[in-house]
């Protein structure tokens, strides 16, 4: 059973930093992609940032370009999101996600408050 599981986010001032974590388990991740998405209040969850199997390539939504970075370590089932420079902006319930046999697969979230 593939379950996903967020941590790390909490309320932080504008220009600050977090780091989030999402803790995979019941298969091998290292055999998928995965990626962070986000959902504001009031607006459709989107796309934030992925990573390839062995993280040789990442892919971030333009936004959030130069100031958050997605790393993962394999060995752990382990992906994070680090987030710096921090705006109101992304205030939002952040997801850690997997796509497996076309099947997706979502955590519950951790919810990421900036305040300005």
């Known amino acids: 059973q593939v379950q996903l599981v967020e941590s790390g986010g909490g309320l932080v001032q504008a220009g600050g930093s977090l780091r989030l974590s999402c803790a995979a388990s019941g298969r091998t991740f290292s055999s998928y992609a995965m990626g962070w998405f986000r959902q504001a209040p009031g607006k459709e969850r989107e796309f934030v940032a992925a990573?390839?199997?062995?993280?040789?390539?990442?892919y971030y939504e333009d936004s959030v370009k130069g100031r958050f970075t997605i790393s993962r370590d394999n060995a752990k089932n382990m992906v994070y999101l680090q987030m710096n420079s921090l705006k109101p902006e992304d205030t939002a319930v952040y997801y850690c996600?997997?796509?497996?046999?076309?099947?997706?697969?979502w955590g519950r979230g951790t919810q990421v408050t900036v305040s300005s």
């Open positions: 990573i390839s199997r062995i993280g040789g390539t990442t």
């Open positions: 996600t997997v796509e497996i046999r076309s099947m997706d697969y």
